[in-house]
């Protein structure tokens, strides 16, 4: 596969370069230090906040709901 490094815009073959899509260590490198300096970003969450909050309130009362009580299991053998 043909693709143009990311970085430096240099054509770079799949087959014969072993850093695709970079035509070299170096632009990996700057590609890498771009994500860690926080100069990439992801502009919009990749899941729903709300849904993930709701989600997180539930975690609980499920927990609790499918793991049975010793004094259920003590009910049960009387």
Do not use: Q
């Not at 700057?30 to 993930?52: C, H, K, M, Q």
């Not at 997180?56 to 003590?74: A, I």
């Amino acid at each position: 596969m043909k693709h143009n490094c990311p970085i430096c815009k240099t054509a770079v073959d799949s087959e014969v370069n072993k850093e695709f899509p970079f035509c070299s260590e170096r632009c990996k490198d700057i590609d890498l230090g771009n994500w860690a300096t926080e100069r990439y970003v992801i502009s919009e969450p990749s899941f729903d906040e709300e849904a993930l909050e709701k989600l997180m309130l539930l975690e609980p009362e499920e927990e609790n709901e499918n793991t049975p009580s010793d004094s259920n299991d003590s009910d049960s053998r009387k």
